[in-house]
Each structure stands twice: as structure tokens, then as C-alpha cells.
């Protein structure tokens, strides 16, 4: 008999009032479609409100949210940005089905979107990282840095998703928003996938849910992500991974739209994010821009 890996901490109890709201938001997102782990994720930050506030949903005030997210000054941008989209997208909808007598969340100032600089993680953090990791985490950074998978693709790997055509193994990806892109892969990661669980854990499985857990069958896209972050050195995250094999496709073939339909962005400026330039690239323009590009006497003294 094998003990089961954690998949994740069990979420803690929500107060008295909330419950039967959250239960009702949730099937009203279930009935919208909204893909499991953007439900996952909003009934998190609801779940977490619900806790801090101590009060009941009815209750809830412009006011009383404005000040408890006032407190938040550990949050990001992006982090902040999510918060506030879960609020008013729960409240919004509880005041629409006359759940609650006025909807609190449109206190919540407008938090522009900021522009963030691409940092793919370097060659010691990903050598470093797989000497720290595990089997089965090895497998995790590799479908990161390898295939540009985001943390909740890699969690949704199955075995039945890989496919062998004519030139080489491609890769069924599961997408943010339900939408599905097939991937070309390296026999590498191909052989990874088609040893399936068994291959970086004894006893389990060679085919089905390649990280089996208890999200649906398989290991929830957060746990997936602290796993992995636990093997990165410092502040990195399994996301710079991604950030990584952006940059490294962008500069092995120059096709910024090639690099878009491998990550799945709907939008090349987002892909533009991710490809980080050179600094040899830049030191090469401004060289260019100033003049002939003749070198100067202290230059070539030098």
C-alpha cells in the first residue's frame, strides 16, 4: 500500500452567513462556465474576506471592505487587481438575485493594470532548482521550462493528452478559460508524460492524471505551484519558468507569433511581456543609433 503525497492544506471554515452565499456563487459560476480554477480562485479571496471582516455578508459595507483592503499593504498590483475582481464580481452577483440589499463592492477604486517587466528565471536557478527537486516536482519544472506551461496546465496533464504525429510529440494543453492548444514537445517531455504518474512516483499509475490529487482528480494548480516554488531558490516562482522558455523560444526563431500560439496568450502585447531582450541586443541598437559605428581612439585603445 502507497500513502498518498499531499495535494494541498484543507481551506479553513468560512463564518456563520456566509456559507449558503458562497454555495450559491459558486453554482452561479458553474452554470456561467467559468473554468475551476478561476472559481478556485475567487471563492478563495471570498472565503479569506468572509474571515477577515467577521461579519455577515448582509452587513458588509463600501466602508468596511474600502478599510480592510486599506490594510493589504503586502499585496501586488496584480494580487490587489484579483482581490477586487473576485469582490465584485461575488457581491455583484449577490445584489443582482437579491441575496443582499446593496452591492459594497463598488466602493472599491479602479486599480489600473501595471506594465510588467519580463524576468525569466537564469541558468542557476534552473540548475539549482532541479538539483533541489523531487521526481516528481523534476517532471513539474521541466513541463515550466520546457513547454512554457503555466502552473494550472501542468496540474491538468494526462496521459491521454500526448500525441505522436509525423514530426514528433505534441502535447494537449488545458488552458486558461477552457481553451484547449496542442503543443509541439521534446521526446524528453514526452517520456515523461507517456511513463505517467509511475515514472516519478512507485506504485502510481502509468496512465490517467499525470499529478494525480484530489482536485478533480488531479493535484490542485496552487499546490503544483508550491511545490515547485520550494525547490526555486529566493523569491522565484515557477511562473519565471515560463517567463524563461519565452525568452529562449522568442530568440531561437524571432517569431513573436510563434512564441503567442505556444503560450496561449490571445494577444501578442502579452507575449511581449514575457521575451526579455538581451543586453548585448540593446548595447548593439544604441551602438547602431549613434552614429557609424566606428569605434573611437579611447574605444579601440582599449
Excluded at 120 to 139: F, S
Aim: aromatic share 6%; glycine share 8%.
Amino acid at each position: 500500500m502507497t500513502s498518498r503525497k499531499k495535494t494541498g492544506p484543507a481551506p479553513l471554515p468560512v463564518p456563520t452567513g456566509w456559507d449558503t452565499l458562497i454555495k450559491g456563487y459558486r453554482q452561479h459560476q458553474l452554470a456561467a462556465g467559468r473554468p475551476s480554477t478561476t472559481i478556485a480562485t475567487r471563492l478563495s479571496h471570498i472565503a479569506r474576506i468572509a474571515r477577515a471582516l467577521d461579519t455577515p455578508p448582509t452587513a458588509v459595507t463600501g466602508n468596511t471592505l474600502q478599510a480592510w483592503f486599506s490594510t493589504q499593504t503586502q499585496w501586488s498590483i496584480e494580487t490587489r487587481r484579483g482581490y477586487r475582481n473576485s469582490a465584485r464580481s461575488f457581491f455583484g452577483w449577490a445584489h443582482e438575485d437579491a441575496r443582499i440589499a446593496a452591492n459594497p463592492a463598488t466602493a472599491l477604486p479602479h486599480i489600473p493594470a501595471p506594465v510588467p517587466l519580463p524576468k525569466p528565471a537564469p541558468d542557476r536557478i534552473w540548475k539549482e532548482a532541479l538539483i533541489a527537486a523531487d521526481a516528481r516536482t523534476t517532471v513539474m519544472l521541466h513541463l515550466a521550462c520546457g513547454a512554457g506551461m503555466r502552473r494550472a496546465e501542468v496540474a491538468q496533464v494526462h496521459t491521454n493528452d500526448l500525441i505522436e504525429s509525423f514530426d514528433g510529440y505534441q502535447l494537449i494543453v488545458h488552458g486558461k478559460g477552457n481553451k484547449k492548444r496542442v503543443i509541439p514537445i521534446t521526446d524528453e517531455i514526452a517520456a515523461m508524460i507517456q511513463r505517467g504518474a509511475a515514472g516519478h512516483t512507485p506504485g502510481s499509475s502509468p496512465t490517467g492524471w499525470l499529478f494525480p490529487g484530489n482536485d478533480n482528480g488531479h493535484l490542485s494548480p496552487r499546490w503544483v505551484g508550491t511545490l515547485c516554488a520550494k525547490v526555486m531558490p529566493e523569491v522565484w516562482t515557477m511562473h519565471k519558468l515560463r517567463h524563461r522558455f519565452a525568452t529562449r523560444a522568442y530568440r531561437a526563431t524571432r517569431n513573436i507569433r510563434a512564441v503567442q500560439r505556444l503560450l496561449g496568450h490571445a494577444s501578442v502585447a502579452t507575449t511581449q511581456i514575457y521575451t526579455a531582450v538581451d543586453d548585448h541586443e540593446m548595447r548593439a541598437a544604441v551602438v547602431g543609433a549613434s552614429g557609424s559605428g566606428v569605434q573611437t581612439p579611447w574605444q579601440t585603445a582599449a
